[in-house]
């Protein structure tokens, strides 16, 4: 049960550990420790979002949507293993920077030397490389195509925070390389409704980047390191989170209206608390230290923090919409 219990706290939270606890942990939880495994929701949501619709199309097959799922969890997972590898080798990580003071940077925080996270890191990419050969076996090249660009994904996303792509790669990778990437291996077909949607999911994550960069916002500047935030300026970056935010409702409610999503995931509209809550957040200042009844282990994020609960609980409702679809046999 305590196995369970670390299992759980890791796939909810980026749990601040010591290099003595590290040492008690079993394989298994560091592994999801180091990947940062709280964050591959969004990539589950993505992957399960493509195959509700390919679902609801009459399309599914249930060893299509769990091989592609675990092929693009795990892919996701090898990213931040290698990002963390290459930001270290790059010198972006040192001198207690903001990425080591809210999760463990297994490197600087020692828990995993550089030969230690690169096994890790190419097992874990080995194994989704398995999953895709078999896959493009399968559905043939436009999955190499989808294959290459994720995997030019995951070794550009540490450069391209020197020159502001972190953001439009999150939409890209999100969005149609991993909704219609999977809608595609499942249904083995195209869909414009499949596309438009997985945009409308996307500005979720995006959101959370955008979060992310404004909180080390002042840190970046510091060590030359571009994003969109530093472009744009704090308050600008905060501005264009929040037209993020209310974008992902007018998004959904201008497909249903369009009839390329089906009515039933308006659902969304019960993730309104969280968005005021985010919503509160990027109008106001970040506060100085965390205040009360904060979740002592997400500081020092901030409006990642909210932008992230924010997604989470979007995306599970975009997901209960389309589960609902489906039961009822609704067509968009």
Same mark, same amino acid.
């Given at each position: 049960?305590? !196995? ?8 909810? %939270? ?18 999801? %420790? ?6 591959? *929701?969004?990539? #589950? ?19 299509? @949507? ?5 092929? /693009? ?8 293993? +290698?990002?963390?590898? =290459? ?6 990580? $040192? $001198?207690?920077? #903001?990425?080591?003071? @809210? ?21 874990? *990419? ?18 190499? !195509? ?5 995997? *030019?994904?995951?070794?550009? @996303? ?36 499949? =596309? ?9 994550? !995006?959101?959370?980047? +955008? ?16 994003? /969109? ?5 704090? $308050? ?16 959904? /409610?201008? /497909? ?13 509209? #019960? ?10 957040? #990027? ?19 901030? @409006?990642?923090?909210?932008? +992230? *609960? ?7 409702? +975009?997901? !209960? ?12």
């Amino acid at each position: 049960m305590h !196995t369970l219990r670390l299992w759980w706290k890791a796939l909810n %939270v980026i749990p601040k550990i010591s290099p003595e606890e590290w040492k008690r942990y079993d394989p298994f939880t560091r592994w999801l %420790v180091a990947t940062r495994s709280a964050v591959l *929701v969004m990539t #589950f949501t993505s992957a399960t979002l493509g195959g509700l619709f390919a679902a609801l199309h009459g399309k599914f097959d249930w060893l299509l @949507y769990l091989l592609v799922t675990l092929g /693009l969890v795990l892919a996701h997972a090898g990213s931040n293993l +290698f990002n963390d590898l =290459f930001d270290y080798r790059l010198g972006l990580d $040192e $001198e207690n920077y #903001f990425r080591a003071k @809210y999760g463990p940077q297994p490197l600087v925080n020692g828990l995993l030397n550089e030969r230690g996270i690169l096994k890790y890191a190419i097992i874990t *990419v080995a194994l989704a490389g398995l999953i895709g050969s078999y896959l493009a076996y399968v559905r043939g090249w436009p999955v190499v !195509t989808l294959a290459l660009v994720g995997l *030019v994904s995951i070794l550009g @996303y540490s450069f391209s925070k020197r020159v502001a792509l972190g953001e439009p790669l999150v939409i890209l990778v999100w969005g149609p390389l991993m909704v219609v990437g999977s809608y595609y291996v499942i249904a083995g077909q195209w869909s414009w409704d499949v =596309f438009w949607a997985s945009l409308v999911y996307a500005l979720g994550p !995006t959101t959370v980047l +955008f979060g992310k960069h404004i909180d080390k916002y002042d840190d970046d500047r510091k060590r030359g390191i571009t994003t /969109l935030p530093i472009l744009l300026g704090k $308050e600008r970056a905060k501005n264009v989170t929040k037209i993020l935010l209310i974008g992902m409702y007018i998004g959904v /409610l201008v /497909l249903v209206l369009l009839r390329m999503l089906p009515f039933t995931t308006l659902l969304v509209v #019960f993730a309104v608390d969280k968005l005021s809550l985010a919503m509160r957040a #990027f109008s106001l200042p970040r506060p100085d230290s965390p205040p009360e009844g904060y979740p002592p282990e997400a500081w020092p994020l901030w @409006y990642a923090a909210f932008a +992230f *609960v924010h997604t989470r609980k979007f995306g599970l409702l +975009f997901l !209960t919409g389309m589960l609902l679809a489906l039961v009822l046999k609704l067509h968009p």
